[in-house]
């Protein structure tokens, strides 16, 4: 008699954001089975190493043992790799993580037992202070809504939002606006003569303290810079002097230039 294998969540893909997701739900407590598929024996080595992960190399053996199916891949190889699947004839409820990647082209390709959803998780879910936006097909069952929404609230908050509002938000949520503006800030400090170490410090607390302070707090943002940069005083000339070498506009211009990429990948 053939064993039947038990099924669980299957990753294709077994880059940066699978790491980061798997690491978080382990720190989370999750202990249930995470099999992940990846061309790269590599990857995969390394995940079961870190995170206990399952190994699964060959691609239909690892769909056959989902019965949460997340699709992690890169935008531009999320259509190739439905299309090496082939049709699923059994229910499945699949998941994207690829940015750009409407459910309408999901859905066409795996055939109509398969339901789909579209989540965009931040890397901080590793540490369990991630934000994980999430979309669903109009037929995607509730209990399976409930699973997901469950599932990433394991690595951070969940906010449910429109499909048609999903690449604004994907451009907005990165974690690499923080780091880019940290590592900024820090540069131009250390040009003023602070040290490394001083300079990372001080950035640090301007960027991150004053945030959580905005979000734990019950100040409004507009009351908190009023408090934070005195009319005439050094914070409000250094925000001014910002703005007038076009701060807000370049930041709105990186945004349009990240969702004009978003939407050429839908179009891929």
Not at 23 to 32: H, I, Q, S, V
Not at 144 to 164: N, T
């Amino acid at each position: 008699m053939r064993r039947t294998r038990v099924k669980g969540i299957v990753f294709l893909g077994g880059g940066r954001i699978t790491s980061a997701l798997v690491a978080g739900l382990r720190l989370a407590g999750y202990r249930k089975r995470v099999i992940v598929h990846d061309r790269h024996p590599a990857k995969l080595r390394r995940l079961r190493k870190q995170h206990a992960i399952i190994e699964e190399p060959d691609l239909h053996r690892a769909v056959a043992q989902a019965d949460l199916l997340i699709i992690a891949v890169r935008p531009g190889s999320v259509l190739e790799l439905l299309r090496e699947i082939g049709e699923v004839k059994r229910p499945l409820l699949a998941v994207s993580l690829a940015a750009g990647a409407p459910i309408a082209k999901l859905r066409a390709k795996l055939g109509s037992p398969v339901q789909w959803a579209r989540a965009m998780p931040s890397p901080a879910c590793r540490s369990g202070r991630g934000l994980t936006a999430i979309t669903f097909d109009t037929k995607f069952p509730v209990p399976g809504r409930r699973r997901l929404r469950s599932l990433f609230a394991q690595v951070g908050s969940v906010l449910e939002i429109p499909e048609s509002k999903f690449d604004a938000f994907t451009v907005t949520y990165s974690c690499s606006h923080g780091y880019h503006a940290l590592e900024a800030l820090a540069e131009a400090a250390a040009k003023l003569g602070l040290d490394r170490n001083a300079a990372f410090t001080a950035a640090a607390h301007a960027l991150a303290d004053g945030i959580v302070s905005w979000r734990e707090g019950n100040v409004s943002l507009k009351n908190l810079l009023h408090e934070a940069a005195t009319p005439g005083g050094i914070a409000a000339t250094v925000m001014d002097a910002m703005n007038a070498g076009g701060y807000t506009r370049a930041v709105e211009r990186g945004l349009r230039a990240g969702l004009a990429r978003a939407r050429a990948n839908a179009k891929g």
